[in-house]
């Protein structure tokens, strides 16, 4: 078998690594070997971090929605219920950006919400007021 000796793949593979590195701190952006498990790391909470990302945003969603339903006499359960037994398409993402820039908008939303909870009886009429 012929001897190998690696020359150009290997300052490929070592050029590669210390591009990754570039802006790390001290040997971590100029040394391969450091550089090398300094990329691994940082790939590792890249691809926690991307899962992440979605799980906070879902619950900073959650939190807008359930402050705009106290708003209307709904809490958060309450108004998502009401809005499955409606009928309406709307998913989290969308309901939390109505509730922050158009809350006449959602105040519509929360009373088709309250009207099919009503309707199924899971939620009292509440009293008219004078």
Do not use: C, T
């Not at 799980?55 to 998502?80: K, M, P, T």
Request: aromatic share 6%; no cysteine.
């Amino acid at each position: 078998m012929a001897r190998v000796k690696r020359g150009n793949k290997r300052v490929q593979r070592r050029k590669k690594i210390l591009s990754l590195a570039s802006g790390f701190y001290g040997m971590r952006s100029k040394g391969h070997r450091i550089a090398k498990q300094a990329v691994d790391r940082a790939g590792n909470f890249a691809y926690r971090d991307r899962k992440q990302k979605k799980r906070q945003l879902r619950s900073l969603w959650i939190v807008r929605i359930n402050a705009a339903a106290h708003l209307h006499g709904l809490n958060y359960s309450q108004l998502i219920n009401g809005l499955k037994e409606a009928g309406s398409p709307l998913d989290r993402k969308v309901l939390a950006d109505i509730a922050v820039r158009d809350a006449e908008g959602f105040g519509k939303i929360a009373a088709a919400a309250k009207q099919a909870l009503e309707a199924a009886g899971k939620l009292k009429a509440a009293p008219a007021e004078a």
